[in-house]
């Protein structure tokens, strides 16, 4: 009891406990599941379930952190997503048409079984993994309920999606439109002997970007091939690519050395170096200069875990590690023009993150009333939205605004450890009412099969694109809106076009399920009979005149009575009966 009043004291001291206790939970595996951030949700409706006091007083918080995850969400899918409209446009419009058809579907079986239009709603949220989306239910709902149905929906969601995938990935298929990754074969080097006169851009995988000639050995003096030099027998060089292209280049040109170039390097050299000058965000390789400036060229690019051949319209991004090849000399300047810094990698620029993300709160400030009811954009929507546009902007002036992958990850964690803390906080009681109850059951069943259907839609439809297996996985993870889900994906296969898929519908689909959850309260509350606005209520908010089996708020003859005290509260004024 003394620890519990402690807790209740202190707001803040709640949330820290739970993220900690949380983190600590999303890192034991349940089979393949690992509930990661979402951990401190569980622990939240654990804590919250012990004492109705507890959850008070966190809204700042819990939209702070909200707006945090959205924001970064925005920021790294924002380009992703304008490259991809283009190729990925039907796909895009597809999977709204499912989001929508699960919406409408789930919604009419959810008011035939008795339960409220805020449940339905936050069942809807849980099978999709949307926390954005369940903030926008909140918002319009009356009472804590789509928390409820977010937290029984969410881990079955995440099982059957892992599941999905599981079986994605074991079963893989080329995909008649998606071209051969580079991550999944490698890249490779090899020194060849040249037997013939040829010039350098003539050499088979140079003009389709699946390989690069990077050293040339004549006359014992080696210097970096640039531009296209024309080959002579008894030249030796060095080429980069994927396997079965610098197979067929060392076959074109002659036969394979029995030394390598890259062990001698008293003339030309070559380094990993990272990109941390921000003026370089978002320039393309063949934009560097290497070759006119240095006299070098690049390589490989490093993305987190990926390596990449560094093709001419490679964007570049803060924290890539860039393999370059130079004249010896030349090695130091590259690297200070590539910055080669860890400190400025880690460094956090506020200022652009400030003013994007006070670009999306005022975005998510005007609502439009709907039968009674105000639907706004809110903190979940209004930075979303901004940080993609920002995103695929990645510069204006001398504002930078894409963040580091390491800040990104670390902002996009924290934001929505805090948000569920506090969401499971403030539905703790409620959750633990209807856990074991026909209604939990029924929302347990009904997350599963919104997610199922919804998700063999998207796999049935990805085929029929002509996507590929791991491409599929990524749409099916992006689709499903679950960081848990992308990582298991990437766990299973080394291919660069999983994270693609997910970057291609993520952003799309949050924005769909943050309008639909709106809807769908607006559109249920309106539906049920005995509908009117309560006149002992707030202005402007519409409730039911029966009791619902999952609230603990009732309108009888048109006035309001909550035995449940939080709920009062958070409309500003004590019960009346």
Known sequence: DVLVDVLAENPLLQVAVVVGLGALLGVIPFGPVRFGAAGALFVGLAVGALDPALGEGLGLAQSLGLALFVYCVGLAGGGPFVRGLRTYAPLMAVSALVLALAAGGVLVVGLALGLTPGFVAGVFAGAGNSTPALQAALDVSPTTEPSVGYSLAYPVAVAASIGLVAVLTRRPRPGSRDPEPAASVGIVNATVHVTRHCDADAVPGLEENQLLVTMLRRDGHTRVVAGTPHLHPGDEVLVVGSPSAVDTAVKWLGERAGHDLVDDRSEVTFRRVLVSSPRLAGVTIGGLGLEHRFGGVASRVRRGDLDMLAVPDTELRIGDRLRVVVPREQIDDVSNYLGDSERKVNDLD??????????????????????????????????????????????????IWELPLAANQVLRQLGVAVFLACVGLSAGRDFAEQIFTRTGLIGV????????????????????????????????????????????????????????????????????????????????????????????????????????????????????????????RRWGRRPSS
């Open 350 to 399: 506020l200022l652009t993150l400030g003013i994007g993300l006070s670009l999306g709160l005022l975005l998510g400030v005007p609502g439009v009333e709907v039968a009674g009811i105000t639907l706004s954009l809110g903190a979940a929507a209004g930075p979303l939205i901004v940080g993609m546009v920002l995103g695929a902007l990645r510069t204006t002036g001398p504002l």
């Open 445 to 568: 069943l009904l997350g599963l099969v919104v997610m199922l259907a919804g998700g063999l839609a998207m796999v049935i439809t990805a085929r029929r694109f002509g996507a590929s297996s791991a491409r599929t996985a990524g749409l099916l993870a992006g689709y499903n809106g679950q960081p848990a889900v992308l990582a298991y994906a990437n766990d299973q296969v080394l291919d660069e076009r999983v994270d693609a898929g997910y970057a291609t519908l993520f952003a799309v689909d949050t924005i769909v399920k943050i309008v639909l959850v709106q809807v769908m309260v607006v559109v249920g509350l309106q539906v049920m009979s005995g509908f009117d606005v309560a006149q002992g209520c707030p202005p402007g908010l519409v409730v039911p005149a029966w009791r619902s089996p999952t609230s603990r708020v009732s309108c009888t003859c048109g006035i309001l009575s909550a035995p449940d005290h939080r709920a009062s």
